[in-house]
């Protein structure tokens, strides 16, 4: 279980499951995002990660995971990820 002052995030496909390659626990949706564009500019992509079918789910105080965001390029077409999440 988390720690209720530390969120915890992870990567997910675009059906929920945790990522294939880059399920792992993040400590900021910085990190998350950093792990994700170089696992994307490793294969060759270069659209942001978030462009590229990456979900954002947070680990709830219960130890449930909860989805903070889909690619924006996938539910709107553009705009920038960080923008649905609220995240700074």
């Excluded at 499951?17 to 995002?33: C, F, G, K, Q």
């Excluded at 992509?45 to 909860?66: M, N």
Aim: glycine residues 10%; aromatic residues 8%; negative net charge.
């Amino acid at each position: 279980m988390p720690d209720s002052k530390h969120a915890l995030y992870r990567l997910v496909s675009l059906d929920g499951t945790p990522h294939p390659v880059l399920d792992a626990p993040y400590e900021s949706i910085a990190a998350a995002e950093a792990a994700a564009s170089r696992w994307c500019e490793g294969q060759g992509r270069s659209p942001s990660a978030f462009e590229q079918g990456i979900g954002l789910e947070v680990q709830t105080s219960s130890g449930d995971w909860r989805t903070l965001s889909y690619p924006s390029a996938c539910l709107l077409g553009h705009g920038d990820w960080s923008k649905k999440t609220g995240a700074p």
